[in-house]
Nanobody, 123 residues
Framework: QVQLIESGGGLVQPGGSLKLSCAASGRTFEGSAMAWFRQAPGKEREFVAATTWRRGRTYGAVYADSIKGRFTVTRINGSTVTLQMGNRKDEDMGVYYC??????????????WGRGTQVTVSS
């Protein structure tokens, strides 16, 4: 019934930029967090960034230390979140997942998850 659909994944060169989007269907998440996580082959899923939509704007953005200053997370509205990725590094490769209705950086707290979108960093 409720789905989160990621888009925008693909190939990007080191130092380049890429923008991911996530749109929810079936419900909105007004007042709830929407977040991005990623998982590289052989590694655990890790937190990337999260925001909450309140009073018509993105609110309370939280970033992982590894991407702080390079990525920007923005809530477009109650059902859409984007992730602008700049200055791409090799370690940024992996499947990026959208999540909703959780507590910032804790993946176990999120109720809804998208299927993921692949991001590859290569020259």
């Amino acid at each position: 019934q409720v789905q989160l659909i990621e888009s925008g994944g693909g190939l990007v060169q080191p130092g380049g930029s890429l923008k991911l989007s996530c749109a929810a269907s079936g419900r909105t998440f007004e007042g709830s967090a929407m977040a991005w996580f990623r998982q590289a082959p052989g590694k655990e899923r890790e937190f990337v960034a999260a925001t909450t939509w309140r009073r018509g704007r993105t609110y309370g953005a939280v970033y992982a230390d590894s991407i702080k200053g390079r990525f920007t997370v923005t809530r477009i509205n109650g059902s859409t979140v984007t992730l602008q990725m700049g200055n791409r590094k090799d370690e940024d490769m992996g499947v990026y997942y959208c999540a909703a209705r959780g507590n910032d950086s804790d993946p176990k707290s999120y109720e809804y998850w998208g299927r993921g979108t692949q991001v590859t960093v290569s020259s």
